[in-house]
């Protein structure tokens, strides 16, 4: 894990940022292999809430998978997927409290 927050740190990304993607990493890693091919990262993705909950794992496995130089078109695919989700979710709830 070490050589994978070294690689996150070389990103440039926040202190928080990298904590929170070992946390999901981690947690992922609980109940799914992360060496699992592609496609079955994606279904495994998909059992995660619709919104900030898929976007956050997504957006972690796709970082891991880059730093592992596992194959990740289609995880970075949904990230965009991911977060468009979000975005309009957000929108439905803020647009519900007015």
Not at 11 to 16: D, H, I, M
Not at 45 to 59: F, H, N
Not at 75 to 81: D, E, P, R, T, Y
């Amino acid at each position: 894990m070490d050589a994978y927050r070294t690689y996150l740190e070389s990103q440039g990304l926040a202190t928080t940022t990298i904590k929170n993607h070992i946390r999901s990493l981690t947690k992922y890693g609980e109940s799914f292999g992360l060496n699992d091919n592609q496609d079955t990262t994606l279904e495994n993705l998909l059992t995660y809430a619709e919104g900030s909950p898929r976007q956050t794992m997504t957006s972690t496995i796709f970082k891991y998978r880059d730093f592992m130089k596992y194959e990740n078109d289609k995880i970075k695919a949904s990230v965009g997927v991911s977060l468009a989700k979000t975005l309009e979710l957000n929108k439905a709830t803020n647009q519900s409290k007015t």
